[in-house]
């Protein structure tokens, strides 16, 4: 199992609590081995993970797109470029 670029705490990356946790890949879907691989992943209580306001429940869009962004920012800043993200999830998710 691969470790997450963006946070070293199991706990919940949006509020902080420790337990219970889920393990949540950011760009889910057909992108879900590839989060695996390079730890593009974060920890989240029930609620940010599936609750309504969670990244996979009804109003959850903007958190989601949260994640998206700051998991590319911080790909970029561990010394990557914008196009090597691209390549591997096959969008961009920052504006410039
Ligand atoms: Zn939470
Ligand atoms: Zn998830």
Redesign the pocket.
Known sequence: MSKSILQDKKECYICGLYYPV?E??IY?GPNRNISEKQGFKVW?CSEH?RGTIG??GKYGHALDTRLKQECQKKYINIGHTKEEFIKLIGKNYLDN
């Open positions: 889920e949540h890949h889910f989240l993970h990244v996979h």
